[in-house]
């Protein structure tokens, strides 16, 4: 089988190869996957148990499959907290601010700007 890396002219590196995955359903499950082991690689060997509450934000758009996913990941699906998107589609970002603000306990705080401005790129 031929490398991917040279199949997709991608730049080889020496810390990851490409996976090939079989639709996008999968795809966003391993994402969700791969978050949540880089921010607990414990979970690995201990399992859901040891971990603190997590909450994942998707944009209002985005693919149900983020939900059954949240489900599978042992996320409560009301954990998988929807952002707003404006009239393009994009992320609002004072949203996802105040999504953020009020999953990390921090209700009623108002959005700090230097935040919002963090957050911007990852609406485009
Ligand atoms: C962003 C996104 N996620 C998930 C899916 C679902 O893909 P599949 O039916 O291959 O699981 C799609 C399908 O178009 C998609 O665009």
């Known amino acids: 089988m031929q490398d991917r890396t040279e199949l997709f002219n991608l730049p080889s590196c020496k810390i990851y190869r490409p996976v090939t995955i079989a639709g996008g359903s999968y795809s966003n499950m391993l994402g969700m996957n791969l978050a949540r082991f880089r921010k ?6 201990k399992g859901l148990r040891q971990l603190p509450r997590m909450v994942a934000f998707t944009s209002a758009h985005s693919h149900y499959s983020n939900k059954k996913n949240a489900s599978l990941m042992g996320l409560g699906t009301d954990d998988l907290i ?5 009239n393009q589609g994009r992320m609002d970002v004072e949203d996802l601010e105040r999504c953020i603000l009020k999953a990390t306990g ?6 700090v700007l230097r935040g919002i401005d963090f957050y911007r790129p990852l609406a485009y």
């Open 106 to 111: 921090e209700v009623g705080s108002a959005p």
């Open 40 to 45: 607990f690689p414990e979970v690995k060997e």
């Open 82 to 86: 929807r952002v707003k998107v404006d």
